[in-house]
């Protein structure tokens, strides 16, 4: 199953990386939080509207967009 690391982000407009920012890190566009942190706090049972307001430089429309290639995945995965 993919997870939000295994994926290419690179066709989702709500993220971006440059190498000379958090690492080049894939991060929420217009911040400096990474996609992992949605994925981690995800994984520790936080809920979507309790991640973007933990980390308000995310909305959630853009980590809407981060789950949906995750939920293709996975649903093409299962079948």
């Known amino acids: ?11 989702c407009p709500a993220v971006e990386h440059d190498p000379r920012r958090v690492s080049g ?9 990474p996609v992992a942190a ?3 706090n995800l994984e520790d ?3 979507l509207e309790e991640f973007v307001e933990l ?9 809407r967009l981060v789950l949906a290639p995750v939920a293709r995945s996975t649903a093409a995965t299962v079948v």
């Not at 199953?1 to 066709?11: E, I, Q, S």
């Not at 890190?25 to 911040?31: E, I, M, N, P, T």
């Not at 308000?56 to 429309?61: E, H, I, K, L, R």
């Open 25 to 33: 890190a894939w991060v929420f566009r217009g911040s400096r939080i």
């Open 55 to 63: 980390f308000p430089g995310v909305s959630v429309a853009q980590a």
């Open 1 to 11: 199953m993919a997870t939000g690391t295994d994926l290419d982000w690179a066709g």
């Open 45 to 47: 049972g936080v809920s």
């Open 38 to 40: 949605l994925f981690e």
